[in-house]
């Protein structure tokens, strides 16, 4: 069966500027996460949501939102980017929310510059 | 109380070695120890995971030990292969609907022919 699809892969985008990215789960699905990942902090959780509805969120400024959609397709959005907003952003599915079982999917690249 | 730590940074090892990758955390209501192997330009993929009732788990070539006591546990890599050089992430996670995936900083390994 198909994996989690991310698009697009690679984005370069202006300082000010705000982004959409796009999560495609496995069919089936329902929760998706958000992770963050950069070579000084490593992974970060962005939020997580289940059935339409946020369930967690991580540690990041208002600038950071997402949502779902009825089939469980997830986007998330970047609103007045900065440059530390540099960065591979990682969509995950799983059945369950809670962050059991996830498939990653292999994220959108975004350059801030 | 949501760390996860994670050494070495980065480990070289000859071909047929035995890689070993150790993690440590902090939060007891951690229940939940999943092992995530990524290659470059790919996202996460999960390995193995183990749950604290359980003090070993084997699946192919890895091998996860706990030891609930001391709130560690290791990944092993038994006869590697050039082919498993890749970054390793050790996360947990209390399986509850909502919760997330706190990962460690990840371990680049190499394995050398």
């Known amino acids: 069966k198909a994996g989690v699809t991310q698009t697009p892969r690679y984005l370069i985008k202006t300082r000010g500027q705000q982004v959409t990215l796009s999560c495609s789960p496995i069919?089936?699905?329902?929760?998706v996460s958000w992770y963050q990942q950069t070579p000084g902090q490593g992974l970060q959780f962005l939020f997580e949501?289940?059935?339409?509805?946020?369930?967690n969120k991580g540690n990041f400024p208002g600038r950071f939102s997402g949502r779902q959609f009825s089939n469980s397709r997830s986007e998330m959005n970047v609103s007045t980017l900065e440059l530390g907003d540099s960065a591979l952003y990682l969509c995950?599915?799983?059945?369950?929310?809670?962050?059991?079982?996830?498939?990653f999917g292999s994220g959108t690249r975004l350059t801030v510059v | 109380q949501q760390q996860v730590k994670q050494s070495p940074q980065s480990l070289i090892v000859q071909k047929g070695g035995i890689p070993i990758i150790n993690c440590a955390y902090e939060?007891?209501?951690?229940?939940?120890f999943p092992w995530y192997q990524q290659f470059p330009g790919k996202g996460p993929a999960l390995l193995i995971a183990?749950?604290?009732?359980?003090s070993e788990k084997k699946e192919g070539r890895f091998t996860i030990s706990f030891n609930k006591s001391a709130k560690q546990f290791s990944l092993h890599i038994m006869d590697s292969q050039p082919g498993d050089s890749a970054t390793y992430f050790c996360?947990?996670?209390?399986?509850?609907?909502?919760?997330?995936?706190?990962f460690g900083e990840g371990t680049q390994l190499t394995v050398n022919p």
């Open positions: 949501y289940f059935s339409e509805t946020q369930r």
């Open positions: 939060n007891t209501a951690f229940d939940y």
């Open positions: 183990i749950r604290p009732d359980v």
């Open positions: 996360a947990a996670s209390k399986e509850t609907s909502g919760s997330r995936l706190t």
């Open positions: 995950a599915s799983s059945l369950a929310s809670g962050g059991y079982g996830y498939t």
């Open positions: 069919s089936g699905h329902r929760s």
